[in-house]
């Protein structure tokens, strides 16, 4: 089971917000972002150290938020699936990718340029600074980028099943 992190939002009262891992490794809190943990003690470790973070001056503590993180609640991820959220599943777990693959863009990704049936493709170049970012070619011959949480592996490339 896969569990996330959702506490109140200060910044619009009544709404909830996840804390996910950001592209540094540090955890940081968004409405629309959520970072799904292995476990229930994985999460309250994450809880912890988000915590500390707060009270060594790493984060602000704005609008009460060690308060907030200290009331936070650990839901599965059925809980959250469907909504208009990115899951951060594979940024954790360190998934690679690599050219050949045959990946899925997540439903909640959109972009005009990709097929309208067929969110399927072949990543062609793994980019990025951090080499966190694929290129797709999709059926209809265009090419475009894509972070590794909008995407799902369907089927590894020949060179790499092993």
Not at 90 to 115: L, R
Request: positive net charge; hydrophobic residues 40%; proline residues 2%.
């Amino acid at each position: 089971m896969k569990y996330a992190i959702r506490i109140e939002s200060a910044s619009f009262p009544g709404r909830k917000c996840y804390l996910y891992k950001n592209a540094r490794g540090f955890i940081d809190r968004h409405l629309n972002r959520a970072s799904l943990w292995n476990s229930r003690a994985s999460a309250i470790m994450a809880i912890e150290l988000y915590r500390r973070e707060i009270k060594n001056g790493t984060v602000s503590n704005e609008s009460d938020l060690d308060h907030r993180v200290r009331f936070a609640e650990i839901v599965l991820k059925d809980e959250i699936e469907g909504s208009s959220l990115v899951i951060f599943e594979n940024y954790h777990e360190k998934t690679a990718f690599s050219v050949g693959d045959i990946v899925k863009v997540k439903p909640n990704v959109h972009d005009a340029q990709m097929p309208k049936f067929d969110r399927t493709g072949h990543v062609v170049q793994v980019v990025g600074r951090r080499r966190d970012q694929v290129l797709i070619m999709f059926s209809n011959d265009n090419v475009l980028k894509f972070h590794f949480c909008q995407i799902e592996k369907i089927k590894k490339s020949l060179q790499n099943a092993k």
